[in-house]
């Protein structure tokens, strides 16, 4: 059964039209991290939440917002995407030990 | 100094054989490398890992070689099969604050002939 469930798979936008991706975790950890993953790349750490505390990468551009109303849900918020935008968000959460548990991804194309 | 360096960037072994992929690491304060797998179109999955006061790890088929002196580990993949083509990371993590930062090595691609 999928622990991290990421919504949805694959989502199209248009140049500069506000896009949302889910994920939700049946874990309970405290620990929920957005990475953005572009072709054939590692994946790039955007934020994390540890329980409600909100902590920006230093380079994740401010375009790119989240929120975490409860433990379970966290949302990815693009405010004006770009064509550079379009990527893999990966989704991952981590309890009390190191291991980060990955959702399946949500595809982002921006038309 | 928070890079990890990985190579080589893509892999090609027949059915069977060892495949092999290093990483390494500048940042003495990395406590933790996970390997992780990602199979196209999927979210990466921890592999195995590692810590730095263990110098080998194996679990089944993979085997992680860590040389804390060299700042630098591996991951061995004996019998390599055609179900074991995938983008393979390395990554070291520290905990900055307590919550676990994984620095992602840029991925090899692991092609595993018949």
């Known amino acids: 059964d999928a622990m991290v469930i990421q919504n949805p798979r694959y989502q199209v936008t248009q140049f500069g039209k506000p896009v949302t991706l889910s994920c939700s975790q049946t874990?309970?950890?405290?620990?929920m991290y957005w990475y953005q993953q572009k072709s054939s790349q590692a994946p790039k750490l955007l934020f994390h939440?540890?329980?409600?505390?909100?902590?920006n990468e230093a380079d994740t551009p401010d375009n790119f917002q989240s929120r975490r109303p409860n433990t379970s849900f966290c949302f990815l918020d693009i405010r004006s995407p770009g064509l550079g935008d379009a990527a893999m968000y990966l989704c991952a959460t981590r309890g009390g030990g190191n291991i980060q548990y990955f959702g399946a991804g949500t595809r982002l194309s921006v038309l | 100094q928070q890079q990890v360096k990985q190579s080589p960037q893509s892999l090609i072994v027949q059915k069977g054989g060892i495949s092999i992929i290093n990483c390494a690491y500048e940042n003495t304060a990395f406590d933790y490398f996970p390997w992780y797998q990602q199979f196209p179109g999927k979210g990466p999955a921890l592999l195995i890992a590692?810590?730095?006061?263990?110098s080998e790890k194996k679990e089944g088929r993979f085997t992680i070689s860590f040389n804390k002196s060299a700042k630098q580990f591996s991951l061995h993949i004996m019998d390599s099969q055609p179900g074991d083509s995938a983008t393979y990371f390395c990554a070291a993590s520290i905990e900055p604050g307590g919550y676990n930062k994984l620095i992602f090595g840029a991925g090899t691609r692991l092609a595993v002939h018949p």
């Open positions: 874990l309970n950890h405290n620990v």
């Open positions: 590692i810590r730095p006061d263990v």
């Open positions: 939440y540890y329980d409600k505390d909100f902590n």
